[in-house]
């Protein structure tokens, strides 16, 4: 016995049918018009911008080569394991890798296809006459009729002609259609600033990507404290920390200077709960825009900087510098003038540390802190008990040895390393440790020299910010925020109305409205629409005040 044959009329499986499709090749250029659909949409610019926030964090995990460099050096020989893989990725140097650098233009390529394409169907759409009007207006989300009296003298004509100009003078741009026909028609539509203000918020937000690039590619910033006397002169070495944009030159510095001539602080001295603590903060200074300009007195207090240069001068701390003069083993004056002392605790306690490499035959090194107003507790710990200067003393430990700046190798001024040195004086040591008020000299152990409490003076911390796009990043900022009010509050709308006569001489007026989108607020032009055209022709309202002499309405759901 055979085995039955299967039958050809047998249908196919889906996968047989793709097998036998000839599905035809994208191409070259359909690949590319494919990336280009899918870059340019709005959901891989929002993605993109949720991924340049992403990558912005470890900028704020790991320390920035550009803003520390020896931070950096630091934090690779202590993680000898993954510190070199990190750098090799550019965590180092964030916001100018590869990688963040690739989102960037990315995100502002996609904004840029996102918003041209719409720009020019817009300005079509704005040129272009209202839609032809609907033959079922009752199919619209709001629709009413109104029924003009014979006796009021109306025909249909004269009836769109008042509704189109009570349409215009409502900001509707009006066309009217069959004026003189039996059934003449009207669209109207408005509301096209909601589109404008969409396209300049997302424009307002390319202007921004741009304003920020630049800054970061052309602007710089650093810090550095000022003690009074002292003088700022706008050039490199002049900074104690710098941060360059990517590709700022410092041949773009211009050559001005500032002052710090006198620094106030107003303490306040009448509420219990805040005695003490500082409440005004006053830095007078003179400064010149070039070596050749005239000389200006100037005042630069916190949140109003001075502008120089194009650069912005913001006062963000301050405190005394303890001026000390130190000589060494052979009498020689080897350190003289004053020493900033770092903020640590309240009332102003601070402190110090003083490194003198110029000492000879043995460099000398200091650390201990100073106290604007001194106490002494029962257990001899000193405090601070007042931010002035009641009481000033400055306790010192003191060390010599090698200082390790020889090297080359950047330290921290606010720090003394004392791994290669020896103690010379201290709590615990026979000498005991060095307590100075202003005019006292103390004479180091073993011949090693002396150091003498001359006075204190007052310093200031300065930032310097030049930002080329921070003007532009502002303007940009301010008009994204007015295109997006402007993209919410106001609503895209349509209206077409449409007139006849009856038989009986009526003129029969029936209109509807349709929003684009979501809006709550068609129903309320709706009636306004209504009373106006009621107002117009007279018509009567009924009881309830919302139809005329044979009128009706109804809201469907959109």
Known sequence: ?????????????????????????????????????????????????????????????????????????QYIKDHPDYGKILDALQLYDVYSSAWFSAIYLLLFISLIGCVTPRAIAHYKAMRSQPPRTPKRLSRLPEYGTLVVPADAGIPASRAITDAAALLRKRGYRVEVRDADGERPSLGAERGFLKEVGNLVFHTSLIGVLVSVAIGGLFGYSG?????????????????????????????????????????DVKFDRESPAHFGQPIDFTAQVTTKENPGAPAEKQVLKVNDPVTLGGTSIYLTGNGYAPVVTVRDGKGNVALQGPVVAKLQGDNYYSSVVIKVPDAKPEQLGFAGFFLPTAFVTEQ???????PELINPQLSLNSYYGDLGLDKGTPQNVFELDVKNLTQLNGRDLPAKGITLVPGKTY?????????????????????????????????????????????????????????????????????????????????????AIRELLQREWQLAPDASGSSATVASTTTKDQ
């Open 1 to 73: 016995m055979s085995e039955p044959v299967e039958s050809k009329n047998k249908p196919k499986t889906i996968e047989d049918a793709k097998t036998e499709a000839a599905l035809p090749a994208l191409g070259l250029k359909g690949m590319l018009r494919w990336a280009w659909t899918q870059l340019t949409s709005m959901r891989t610019a929002l993605f993109l911008l949720l991924l340049l926030a992403v990558a912005a964090v470890p900028g704020s995990l790991f320390p920035q080569r550009p803003a520390n460099p020896a931070v950096v050096t």
């Open 223 to 263: 810090q550095r404290i000022l003690v009074e006397g002292d003088t700022f002169v706008n050039t490199l070495v002049g900074y104690d920390q710098f941060s360059p944009g990517t590709n700022f030159q410092s041949g773009w510095l211009q050559p001005y200077s500032i002052q710090l001539d006198k620094f």
């Open 380 to 386: 001899g710990v000193s405090f601070s008990g007042d």
């Open 443 to 527: 004479t180091l152990p073993d011949g090693k020299g002396s150091i003498t409490f001359d006075g204190i003076k007052k310093y200031v911390g300065v930032d310097i910010h030049h930002n080329p796009g921070q003007v532009s990043a502002l303007f940009f900022a301010l008009l994204a925020v007015a295109g997006l009010v402007v993209s919410l509050y106001l609503n895209r709308r349509r209206v077409w109305v449409r007139t006849g006569t009856h038989d009986d001489g009526r003129t029969m007026v029936e209109y509807g409205l349709l929003a684009r989108g979501e809006d709550h607020r068609l129903a309320g032009e709706s009636a």
